[in-house]
């Protein structure tokens, strides 16, 4: 079973309008990274996260952290439609993915 | 700098066939993975390279799948004989070191078709 899962499935919004995406993890982690891969693509890594940090921003990108829940979340903010791709969390050394979320922005 | 080169992009092939991908990772990259990706899933590691050493190769078919990294560099990762299951995306990813902390750079990936 994959170690990290995304929720929701799919998003679809209106350009300039906020994405959040939340990922599940199920053993303890170093670290969490999260990519992006946009339809027949390879994937690029966005942000990765260490397990004691509960928030890091990257440009339009914030990722949170709760070690706690086990989960973090990914917030696009002032979206565009450049940003429609899949995205997905990965943990461990050799990644492990969960099914991703994909993200549609609508012009 | 070059990104990570994989070929060829596309692959169709009849089942029981043999198939051979590959992948030139960035100059001066340690390791190198081979990633599965079947649609609509996440990738899923197949193989993990560190230099030429096999670091991890735990979700490998090794009744079906092989790959090699002789001199460090480049990399091959061939299916004998392929199921119609084999068919996804074969994306090849390096980085400097085996780190958790160390990106890992994609290549385009290898998109295989199992009739």
């Known amino acids: 079973s994959q170690q990290g899962e995304e929720d929701p499935q799919a998003l679809s919004i209106q350009e300039g309008e906020n994405a959040t995406m939340n990922c599940s993890y199920k053993?303890?982690?170093?670290?969490l990274q999260w990519y992006r891969q946009n339809s027949g693509r390879g994937l690029v890594h966005l942000i990765l996260?260490?397990?004691?940090?509960r928030e890091k921003h990257s440009g339009r990108l914030r990722v949170t952290l709760d070690t706690s829940k086990k989960s973090s979340s990914l917030l696009i903010t002032a979206s565009r439609a450049a940003d429609t791709a899949s995205y997905f969390c990965a943990t461990g050394r050799a990644l492990t993915f969960g099914s991703g979320t994909r993200l549609q922005v609508q012009p | 700098e070059a990104g990570v080169a994989q070929s060829p992009r596309y692959k169709i092939i009849e089942k029981r066939q043999s198939v051979a991908f590959w992948c030139n990772p960035i100059s001066g990259h340690a390791t190198l993975y081979w990633y599965q990706q079947i649609l609509g899933q996440g990738p899923k590691l197949l193989i993990q390279?560190?230099?030429?050493?096999?670091?991890?190769d735990s979700q490998l078919p090794k009744d079906r799948f092989s790959a090699e990294r002789l001199k460090g560099v480049d990399s091959t990762l061939k299916i004998q004989p392929a199921k119609l299951e084999d068919s996804a995306v074969y994306l090849c990813?390096?980085?400097?070191?085996?780190?958790?902390?160390?990106?890992?750079?994609f290549g385009p990936g290898t998109r295989l078709t199992v009739l």
């Open positions: 996260i260490r397990s004691n940090e």
């Open positions: 053993t303890s982690i170093n670290n």
């Open positions: 390279f560190q230099n030429n050493g096999v670091v991890d």
């Open positions: 990813a390096s980085s400097r070191t085996t780190s958790a902390e160390d990106t890992q750079y």
